[in-house]
């Protein structure tokens, strides 16, 4: 099982990016799906969660409003749409895949975005 995330960069403040992350090895529709993100000298953090079953996405306080999760289960993709990106949301994010915890995890993107 392979995640691939892509999509980070750097971005001044009020911008937008849109990150991807493709999985191989696994069917993305079995598996609740979510990103998550770390700062410098913070611990990880969810932002955005996607379930298996679909229904309501859900989202960290902090970007309701800004951030987007969508899936496309025929290309294993999972996606984060950022707009109105704040200094706050520099970090390095990661795309995670589960069952009932995450099981497999990406490597990360930097996202930073500049004041």
């Known amino acids: 099982v392979q995640l691939q995330a892509s999509g980070g960069g750097l971005v001044q403040t009020g911008g937008s990016l849109g990150l991807s992350c493709a999985s191989s090895?696994?069917?993305?529709?079995?598996?609740?799906m979510a990103w998550f993100r770390q700062a410098p000298g913070q611990e990880r953090e969810i932002v955005a969660a996607?379930?298996?079953?679909?229904?309501?996405?859900y989202y960290a306080d902090s970007v309701k409003g800004r951030f987007a999760i969508s899936r496309d289960n025929a290309k294993n993709t999972l996606y984060l749409r950022m707009n109105g990106l704040k200094p706050e949301d520099t970090a390095v994010y990661y795309c995670?895949?589960?069952?009932?915890?995450?099981?497999?995890w990406g490597k990360g993107t930097q996202v930073t975005v500049s004041s």
């Open positions: 996607s379930r298996r079953s679909g229904g309501d996405p």
């Open positions: 090895g696994l069917r993305t529709r079995d598996y609740h």
């Open positions: 995670a895949e589960g069952v009932k915890g995450m099981d497999y």
